[in-house]
């Protein structure tokens, strides 16, 4: 990936796109799936990127679907919509409590850090222990090899550092907004802009 992209605000270099990161999309991205969303990379490789929406939280509970998941996923435990790609896909991701490392924990593959792709086909209460907190996404988004590049160097997307309670952050919060300020002038003035202008 370039180090920046040329419809970025001033002064603001480009993350590297690779597993851990995030995808905010930008104010002016404007397709139905993705508006104001923010998208933990999971994987990212020469043959495409895969993610899931942070940010989407469903009416569904995780316990309708997932019913012995469901007591050990992070309150409100709600399956969130991960993305517009295969939505009947459940995929779970976790924050592993300090001083556990994904590599030697069970059922779990590490993305980043702490934070850990989940089997939903392992024992969650031999897992629960390890956990600082787990959600669960039906669907992902995906973009084939290239694709994404072109949409950063378009302007869709501002990639920046995660924090491992991003993948937890409850729905009620603005993650897309806080993630936005965390990152300092010029990228934190985005943070205001109304979602729908015409009510001002």
Known sequence: MAEGTRDEPAGRAATAVEPGTLLVAAPSLTDS??????????DHRREGTLGVVLNRPSEVAVGDVLPTWGPYTTRPSAVFVGG???????????????????????????????????????????????????????????????????????????VVPALPDDVLAPPRYDLWGGVLRRQGVPLALLATHVAEPKRN
Do not use: M
């Open 33 to 42: 799936n993705f508006v104001r969303t923010v998208v933990f990379v999971i």
């Open 84 to 158: 517009p790609v295969e939505q009947k896909t459940a995929l779970c991701l976790a924050a592993l409590h300090a001083g556990h490392d994904p590599s030697g924990t069970d059922g779990v593959v590490g993305v980043r850090g702490p934070v850990a792709l989940v089997d939903l086909d392992g024992d969650p209460a031999s897992l629960a222990p390890r956990v600082r907190g787990l959600r669960v996404f039906a669907g992902y988004a995906g973009w084939d090899g290239g694709q994404l590049a072109g949409e950063i160097s378009r302007g869709d997307w501002f």
